[in-house]
């Protein structure tokens, strides 16, 4: 008697006889707008970006370049044009700028203090550690208080300067780079005041002034880069006129305001009014009698927090700018439209 063969065993060697295909993996890419059988695609690594040797067309972005570095292994030939690390620091020549780091989990043997002792000991010397040190602290710092490269790296040189001739021995390091970064902020034009300086860096006034004062004669800086004041007598490099731009940026006021706001400070300087204040009070107090004047009120407890002053200070000066209200506002915005005295508060 004769038994046929179950359905799922004859399925499954009819399967394993059947041969198997794959994806056709010789595709050529080929330029729509040529169509040119042999294509010239060439890859811009520069650019990233795949295009067509003929026409040009771009045919493919964010190409990954796949090349070996660039490595000349020399020894004795000069510089090794290595791409691998972070980029050199010309202000740290001769000095060894790549480190390495040793873990201190050794299981509680204490191997690895002793490991790190020995090994920054044969790396660089003392002075080199600390230069390294005060560099990398200035980079962190200036990240923070959101400053450009550019100030980072005024600020290094005047440490690396002060450091060479020993200008301020015996003084902190975090005093000496909070003096060098208060110094580059002026001489890039973009001041920083001494209370957010030292809100930065935790470094108290009385020693940031000290060291300030000390680099400002040994430097022999110029008049745009310090606190002297020029024959009209304003400040060019730390006036309220220069703080307005970050202050009315945080507050989120328009560009008018802060020009009208700038004018205003320019005249109540010539005039007398607020003098002997200092440059925050007189931005807070300004850009509180120009937002109501041209009816864009912000409150004194907002510019507070911006200008860092208190709203009493500057309800004390917005008194002072009331008072000679007539002579601060030009006729011409109040002609136009733009300004209006019957906004202004009556501040008792």
């Not at 989990?105 to 790190?116: K, S, V, W």
């Not at 907002?302 to 009493?312: C, F, R």
């Amino acid at each position: 008697m004769a038994f046929a063969q179950p359905f799922p065993l004859a399925a499954a060697a009819q399967k394993t006889q059947q041969p198997a295909f794959g994806p056709d993996l010789a595709v050529r890419l080929i330029c729509p707008e040529c169509r040119d059988p042999n294509p010239n695609i060439v890859e811009e690594f520069g650019s990233g970006d795949l295009v067509c040797g003929s026409c040009g067309l771009v045919l493919g972005d964010r190409i990954v370049d796949t090349r070996s570095e660039w490595r000349t292994f020399a020894n004795d030939e000069g510089d090794d044009p290595s791409r691998v690390g972070a980029a050199s620091d010309p202000l740290l020549e001769g000095i060894e700028q790549l480190d390495t780091l040793i873990s201190f989990r050794d299981g509680g043997t204490g191997i690895a203090r002793e490991l790190q002792r020995a090994a920054s000991r044969s790396q660089s010397s003392r002075s080199e550690r600390n230069l390294l040190t005060a560099f990398r602290d200035i980079g962190s710092w200036c990240d923070q208080f959101s400053l450009p490269k550019t100030i980072s790296d005024i600020a290094k040189q005047l440490y690396k300067r002060s450091d060479e001739e020993k200008l301020l021995r015996g003084k902190p390091l975090e005093a000496v780079i909070a003096a060098c970064i208060f110094i580059a902020c002026r001489q890039a034009h973009v001041p920083r005041t001494f209370r957010e300086i030292c809100n930065l860096t935790h470094v108290s006034k009385k020693t940031l002034g000290q060291c300030y004062k000390a680099l400002e004669q040994a430097f022999n800086l110029s008049p745009g880069a310090t606190a002297q004041v020029n024959a009209n007598g304003s400040n060019p490099s730390t006036g309220p006129e220069n703080l307005l731009v970050r202050y009315c940026n945080h507050l989120d006021l328009p560009a008018n305001v802060q020009s009208i706001c700038g004018d205003i400070i320019v005249a109540a300087r010539q005039h007398g009014v607020a003098d002997g204040r200092s440059p925050v009070s007189i931005a807070g107090g300004a850009i509180y009698f120009t937002c109501h004047l041209l009816g864009k009120p912000k409150s004194s407890r907002d510019i507070s927090v911006v200008a860092g002053v208190s709203e009493g200070t500057i309800k004390l000066v917005y008194r002072l700018y009331y008072l000679e209200r007539e002579k601060l506002v030009k006729e011409e915005w109040i002609k136009e439209g733009r300004a209006d005295l019957e906004r202004l508060p009556v501040e008792r």
